[in-house]
């Protein structure tokens, strides 16, 4: 499928994983595909997506936010960055074969992450440590046994480890990457519950 998509198209933009290259997995593979399938190729290197965190929208509001690794701490990135950069490498020269390192501006613990969306909400929220095994039964039970496992082995890295924060969202914008305030407050409707009488 990738092979038939470079064949047809003039560039391709592939939204990848932060150490798809030294990992592979899913989007190693996808984008050694690409490599050789595409005539002009340009990969977005992603270390976490902000709106992971609407996992938490329905915890927030009450306060209190109870998961594994408040101290994990991750380079988030707005949505609004990554759909910007897809746009510039697409439409502007340049950009062909680079992988760019798309993240926010800053290093954010789950910690941290919970206190600002209560500030933008309007509500005192904070995070409450929950144990390892409880953890993991609930997340299997969302996501699989197998990607679960890899959920908390990369949230146990990036307590010792925090992800990196990178400068190309703003080399190639032109402007400061989004921060995570700044994406909480453009999402606080979705942490915001309905009070509208029934």
């Given at each position: 499928?990738?092979?038939?998509l ?27 595909a690409?490599?050789?399938?595409a005539?002009a ?17 329905d ?115 032109g ?10 407050r ?13």
């Open positions: 499928m990738v092979e038939a470079g064949a047809e198209v003039g560039r391709v933009v592939y939204l990848s994983a932060a150490g798809a290259e030294e990992t592979g997995g899913v989007w190693g593979g996808v984008e050694r690409v490599r050789r399938s005539r190729w340009t990969f977005l290197r992603v270390t976490g997506l902000a709106t992971n965190a609407l996992a938490w929208s915890k927030v509001h009450r306060g209190v936010v109870r998961a594994p690794f408040g101290a994990a701490s991750r380079s988030l990135v707005h949505e609004r960055d990554v759909a910007a950069m897809a746009v510039r490498a697409l439409v502007d020269d340049g950009h062909a074969g680079r992988a760019y390192l798309v993240t926010g501006p800053e290093v954010v613990s789950q910690t941290d992450q919970v206190r600002v969306l209560g500030e933008e909400v309007g509500i005192p929220a904070r995070w409450e440590e929950q144990p390892l095994d409880e953890a993991l039964v609930e997340l299997s039970l969302e996501v699989g046994v197998e990607f679960a496992h890899q959920i908390i082995e990369h949230w146990t890295v990036n307590v010792d480890i925090p992800e990196e924060v990178s400068e190309d969202v703003a080399r190639v914008l402007r400061p990457a989004l921060s995570f305030r700044e994406w909480a453009d999402h606080v409707a979705d942490f915001t519950p309905d009070r509208a009488e029934p």
